[in-house]
């Protein structure tokens, strides 16, 4: 069972940086994809960014790709995700997930979640 907890959000001016973490556990292959989703008040969960540990390069939404960067940490069980120029409708609780390799961009394959962490820019 993959359990997942996020941290570092907070409130920051437009044009700002966060640097989000997510602490994974439970995963039991040594490929698998990481990924960060968002949902912003009265929208869907959409997705933001992906990466496989296994080699695969880094996939980013339109929206947020050049600005935000994803990546594992130190340690094989926390990722992070970069968020630099921030704007207004960054603005969201953010999520992050785990699940088996290939084909981390497959969104509806993500399954697993933190609680989220809050993101807001002003």
């Known amino acids: 069972h993959v359990q997942l907890v996020e941290s570092g959000g907070g409130s920051v001016q437009a044009g700002g940086s966060l640097r989000l973490s997510c602490s994974v556990s439970g995963l039991t292959a040594s490929a698998n994809c990481l990924a960060w989703f968002r949902q912003a008040p009265g929208k869907e969960r959409e997705a933001v960014a992906a990466f496989g540990t296994g080699g695969s390069a880094p996939i980013y939404t339109d929206s947020v790709r050049g600005r935000f960067t994803a990546f594992q940490g130190s340690s094989k069980n926390i990722f992070h995700l970069q968020m630099r120029d921030l704007k207004t409708e960054d603005t969201a609780t953010y999520y992050c997930?785990?699940?088996?390799?290939?084909?981390?961009?497959?969104?509806?394959?993500?399954?697993?979640w933190g609680q989220g962490t809050q993101v807001t820019v002003s």
């Open positions: 997930s785990a699940r088996l390799q290939p084909s981390c961009g497959a969104w509806l394959r993500y399954k697993d």
